[in-house]
């Protein structure tokens, strides 16, 4: 008996912990099926309908198309920007260099909460009114740093000499970034890209500072909180659960298909 | 600027070429004319200045001063890409994101060529990996993946080829079979190779003509041969192959001979063979060339007596004696294993002599 348990450890160890960590998603799932009605608290009885109409809550469907408007927007513009400062750093040596390498790292270690206070006095001594583009200005803030420290790391382990070979091969610099250095660094593109979506879709607290009237997703799962999550919310973030699931599979599966080739 | 991949031909001349990076000279004023077609080696230790040679002729670094002409054509500050030279790559520096074909296709698409399928097909079948073409860089063994490196470049037909250091990262019996290869291809293709690196066995090997360099200057240019007989100084007779140089002063320097006084032996060789003209000079001999006898033997025109054998080592073809002699220099000897060998233990006196043709002497180094 002790040697069986001996020898098993590890597999109870990892087993309690995913345990652990996958109970807040299990019941998420299950109540985005519960027969709630307005308090998605206790359990009521199976149904779809929540399923069926996503947008049945009301606002939760504004609340989702900002979160995704803002999402995309702060994506599409933190990684063009920290792609072109991730090349600067990487590439290139300029006076303060080391100190902006310094400062792409603040952003990631200041409280949120912090950041998200001083934010909005900023805005407010620039009477700026706080709303949509306030809340994509903000993201796009914190989304760089996380893009510039994975983007930099992929251009660091590219190969100067790949750059050289291209040019010797009659590739002018246009050339040679599109066909070499761009296609090379891609997959830490990609990456930075998603990390930025997922930061700005899941941001509350500096959100909650500078997006005024608009509602976000976050925010409005923590409005309704005070009076009763909807069921609907359960749904939107199951779905974004499995959507999320399907990319990190799909990527392993193309991975390991590659893998396969190359054996 | 104009694009001269297709129009330079001709023998490559650098002119009073010079590389500086702050105040390190890594190329110092090199004149050197490497004719068309010929399998050209600059030989050197790391830090002589060839690759930084290579790369001002790539046009991956930009000269300090001096020119670089292919034919007729000033290429100095015409940018790599418009450049009708290509470079094998140490470690190849393949595309990882491209196939086989595709890399060996990309100079071809970069310059808008329109055979490119037929071009890559019978340069493939060249290098004898048509049937990998499909295949990514990673899935290939270093030795195919040098194949394929110098495929990419001499598929392009260039005026120049370079090849840095290309059979460093292989295994030796590999790169034995590389260098035959690489000869080959290059009587195959008929353009001019220029063959950097540090391996003076490589370079003898495959070359032509030999340029060895130091500190940013060339020592010598010659063929393997020349240079490995007929040494100019006291770096190419060390760095190609070894030398025994012993210290000497020069007695009568007039006629045909020279002779030459090492502590009390008098030791001669052709004037020709003498590349110094001050008093005291480095007579040089190479080990091979010296044959070890016991003591009393008879011996040959020159001879060094009072030796005493140190170390003797079996390396299978020769047998290789480590000889001091009275004034505490040790002396190399290696003999063929051919059956005439002598019959010499460790400890016994030795004498040791040689041919007068075979002597060089040159200045000392300081």
Redesign the interface.
Same mark, same amino acid.
Do not use: G, H, S
């Given at each position: 008996m002790s040697r069986w348990f001996s020898r098993n450890l590890i597999r109870i160890y990892a087993s309690l912990a995913l345990i652990y960590l996958f109970i807040p998603v299990g019941y998420t799932m299950a109540f985005s099926f519960n027969d709630a009605g307005k308090r998605n608290i206790n359990w009521q009885g199976f149904t779809l309908d929540n399923w069926k109409n996503p947008c049945g809550a009301p606002d939760i469907c504004v609340a989702l198309g900002n979160s995704l408007k803002i999402g995309f927007l702060s994506t599409l513009v933190a990684t063009i920007l920290g792609t072109m400062i991730a090349f600067a750093l990487g590439r290139y040596k300029f006076r303060g260099r080391s100190s902006t390498n310094l400062l792409i790292f603040l952003p990631m270690a200041t409280p949120e909460i912090v950041m998200g206070a001083s934010l909005l006095a900023m805005f407010v001594n620039l009477n700026v009114n706080t709303g949509f583009w306030t809340t994509v200005i903000a993201h796009i803030m914190f989304c760089i740093s996380f893009v510039v420290v994975t983007v930099k790391a992929r251009v660091a382990s590219l !190969?100067p /000499? +790949?750059e050289? %070979? %291209?040019? !010797? +091969?009659? %590739?002018?610099e246009y050339?040679t970034f599109r066909?070499?250095t761009f296609? +090379?660094v891609l997959p830490g593109i990609a990456a930075a890209a998603l990390l930025a979506f997922s930061l700005s879709f899941d941001d509350f607290i500096i959100t909650n500072f500078n997006s005024g009237t608009i509602t976000t997703f976050p925010k409005f799962v923590w409005i309704s909180s005070i009076r009763g999550v909807p069921a609907q919310a359960n749904v939107i973030g199951t779905a974004m659960f499995l959507i999320a699931l399907f990319i990190v599979i799909a990527g392993q599966f193309i991975g390991s298909a590659k893998a396969k080739r /190359?054996s | 600027m104009v694009d001269v991949t297709s129009s330079a031909v001709g023998d490559l001349q650098l002119r009073n070429l010079t590389k500086t990076f702050a105040d390190f000279v890594a190329v110092d004023d090199l004149t050197l004319t490497i004719p068309k077609g010929s399998f050209f080696a600059l030989l050197g230790p790391s830090g002589c200045g060839k690759t930084t040679t290579l790369r001002m002729i790539a046009g991956l670094e930009e000269p300090t001063s001096g020119s670089i002409h292919i034919g007729a054509t000033d290429i100095t500050y015409t940018k790599p890409y418009q450049r009708p030279v290509n470079t094998v790559f140490q470690n190849y520096a393949l595309f990882p994101h491209l196939t086989i074909f595709e890399n060996v296709a990309f100079g071809l698409r970069r310059r808008g060529i329109k055979d490119v399928e037929g071009a890559v097909t019978k340069t493939l079948a060249l290098v004898e990996l048509g049937h990998l073409k499909d295949r990514k860089p990673g899935q290939l063994s270093g030795g195919q993946q040098q194949r394929i490196a110098v495929a990419r470049a001499i598929v392009n037909r260039p005026a120049l080829l370079f090849l840095d250091e290309p059979l460093g990262a292989l295994d030796l019996k590999l790169r034995r079979q590389m260098q035959i290869e690489l000869k080959w291809i290059q009587t195959e293709v008929g353009i001019t190779f220029v063959h950097v690196t540090h391996d003076q066995e490589e370079a003898m090997t495959m070359a032509d003509t030999i340029a060895v360099m130091n500190k940013g200057r060339i020592e010598q240019m010659g063929s393997p041969v020349e240079l490995y007989e007929n040494p100019k100084t006291v770096f190419v007779a060390n760095f190609l192959g070894q030398s025994n140089l012993i210290e000497a002063a020069v007695q009568t320097n007039s006629g045909a001979e020279t002779s030459v006084d090492i502590h009390g032996s008098r030791i001669i060789l052709p004037s020709s063979r003498n590349k110094s003209s001050k008093s005291k000079v480095l007579v040089g001999i190479r080990p091979e060339k010296i044959n070890i006898q016991t003591a009393g033997s008879s011996v040959g025109k020159n001879s060094l007596s009072g030796g005493v054998v140190t170390d003797i080592s079996f390396v299978g073809v020769s047998t290789q004696y480590q000889v001091e002699m009275p004034w505490k220099q040790e002396i190399m000897v290696f003999e063929q294993n051919d059956g005439g060998a002598p019959n010499i233990r460790k400890g016994d006196q030795v004498t040791l002599s040689w041919e007068p043709h075979f002597t060089f002497a040159l200045d000392s180094e300081n």
């Open positions: !190969d /000499k +790949l050289e %070979a %291209a040019r !010797d +091969l009659y %590739a002018n050339q066909r070499v296609p +090379l /190359k | -």
